[in-house]
């Protein structure tokens, strides 16, 4: 079957740095998709890797290797808003959106 | 990037009633659009993929009986949930995307469905 696998919950403080782990097993690969999501609204999106290494976006980097089918999402200079479920997503050979169930962060003061 | 809008933001409606929930894309042609729900603190369920035109596919233990999906144009598709019961409380969102094998998905902002 396939299966994405995220820590539930994590804890960080303000102005550190957390990353934040999704492995998957998927049937094929086309891609993997990083979301942010507060409570009560839509995901936003995040990131997308489809080659191994890591992409920068300003505070929040992804990491990718599709030989360990592993990601990471970087989040750096935390501050309180970035306080959300960050959800990982893989596209699958079908082109569908296989979800994690997304990991919880709490930033404290 | 792209926008994605749908209506209403939330609903409250009596049990037994129908709600019908809008999905549409402001500033593209979504040729594909997912409907989605969301009990608290779970991840996003995929309920059904819908394209322009075509009757949607519902994924394994969705009744499209009870949720029945309508894709009319490249802007708009519909969610329609039929005789609505306390159970089917739950946060519905849809995203959409254009043409081609991989883009990202466009999310609306949700709607929560409250059924008393």
């Known amino acids: 079957g396939q299966n994405i696998d995220q820590p539930t919950e994590m804890t960080a403080t303000e102005g550190a740095i957390v990353q934040i782990n999704c492995t998957y097993q998927?049937?094929?690969?086309?891609?993997l998709f990083w979301y942010q999501q507060h409570a009560g609204e839509a995901p936003t999106f995040l990131s997308y890797n489809v080659l191994d290494g890591l992409e920068e976006k300003g505070r929040f980097s992804s990491f990718l290797s599709r030989s360990k089918g592993y990601s990471y999402l970087l989040l750096k200079e935390l501050q309180m808003k970035d306080s959300a479920s960050y959800l990982c997503a893989v596209l699958d050979s079908n082109y569908q959106l296989i979800w994690g169930a997304g990991t919880k962060l709490i930033i404290k003061p | 990037g792209a926008v994605v809008s749908q209506h209403p933001s939330w609903v409250i409606c009596k049990s037994g009633t129908s709600v019908k929930i809008e999905c549409r894309s402001l500033d593209f042609q979504a040729t594909t659009m997912f409907w989605y729900r969301q009990f608290p603190k779970q991840s996003l369920m995929l309920m059904a993929t819908s394209n322009e035109g075509s009757k949607a596919t519902y994924e394994q233990g969705v009744e499209k009986d009870k949720f029945l999906i309508n894709h009319a144009s490249l802007t708009l598709s519909t969610l329609t949930v039929t005789s609505a019961h306390p159970e089917d409380s739950s946060f519905y969102i849809c995203?959409?995307?254009?043409?081609?094998?991989?883009?990202?998905?466009?999310f609306g902002q949700g709607t929560r469905l409250t059924v008393v």
């Open positions: 998927t049937s094929g690969f086309n891609g």
């Open positions: 995203s959409a995307k254009t043409g081609g094998a991989v883009t990202e998905a466009f």
